[in-house]
């Protein structure tokens, strides 16, 4: 049956991106069919451990499909959460703006022009991963339309367990993140990171890669 999985991809070091490198790997991952459009530009407080289909803003983002201008929020308010396990393990709390979004992949380069980028959280939300593209076919087994992906550019270093069953204790390594790409599956026939992603990954974050995974 599968268990759904939230996977990210980031450098070693904690860095942020250039707006225009972080631009152009965003427009790479659609015009080298890794991801399919239509994308979303979201700009507040995210949360990179939000299980991207149940519970993130970046979810509702893409099966809501809101107006452009909508503030999107987490169903439960910071003071609800206080004392609450800290996510991935815990629910997390996020509000956003949807700045902007369409199917034309290079307008996503002006939207970014105009973000608070550096000075808010922002995130590209992709409807899906392309199951066209042979190697991403190849990796994952199954054609999925739920596998979105969300290249996060994070105002302030946050933490992301390298491995993380969220039915469990807290518990494992972290690794800090500003600039990374998270994508969901619920099944893949490979170990590892994606080559479609990995390729593009490396490109703009260097290598090594820092690869982890959370599920429950």
């Known amino acids: 049956m599968g268990i759904w999985t939230d996977a990210f991809i980031a450098p070693v070091e904690p860095v942020q991106l ?3 490198v ?8 659609a015009r080298e069919r890794v991801v399919r459009t239509p994308w979303a530009l979201l700009a507040g407080d995210l949360c990179v451990n939000a299980s991207l289909n149940w519970e993130s803003v970046s979810g509702q983002a893409r099966w809501d499909r809101p107006e452009v201008g909508a503030v999107l ?10 004392g609450a396990l800290p996510p991935p393990w815990g629910e997390s709390w ?6 902007a979004g369409g199917e034309a992949i290079l307008q996503v380069l002006p939207a970014l022009a105009q973000a ?4 808010q959280d922002i995130a590209v939300v992709f409807d899906c991963l392309d199951f066209t593209n042979r190697s991403v076919s190849g990796h994952f087994g199954y054609e999925d339309h739920r596998t979105m992906l969300v290249c996060f550019a994070l105002a302030r270093p946050q933490n992301r367990p390298l491995a993380a069953d969220t039915t469990a204790s807290p518990r494992g390594p972290v690794h800090p993140v500003r ?3 998270v994508h969901t599956f619920k099944h893949c026939d490979e170990d590892g990171i994606a080559p479609a992603i990995a390729s593009i ?9 820092v690869h982890g995974e ?3």
């Not at 996020?94 to 700045?99: P, T």
């Not at 490109?203 to 890669?209: A, H, K």
């Open 18 to 20: 250039p707006v225009e």
């Open 22 to 29: 972080f631009g152009r790997m965003v427009v790479d991952l």
């Open 73 to 82: 929020r987490s169903e439960k308010t910071q003071a609800e959460l206080r």
């Open 94 to 99: 996020e509000q956003a703006r949807l700045l």
């Open 116 to 119: 608070p980028y550096g000075h």
């Open 179 to 181: 600039s990374c790409i």
């Open 201 to 209: 990954a490396s490109r703009y974050f260097g290598r090594p890669l």
């Open 214 to 216: 959370t599920w429950g």
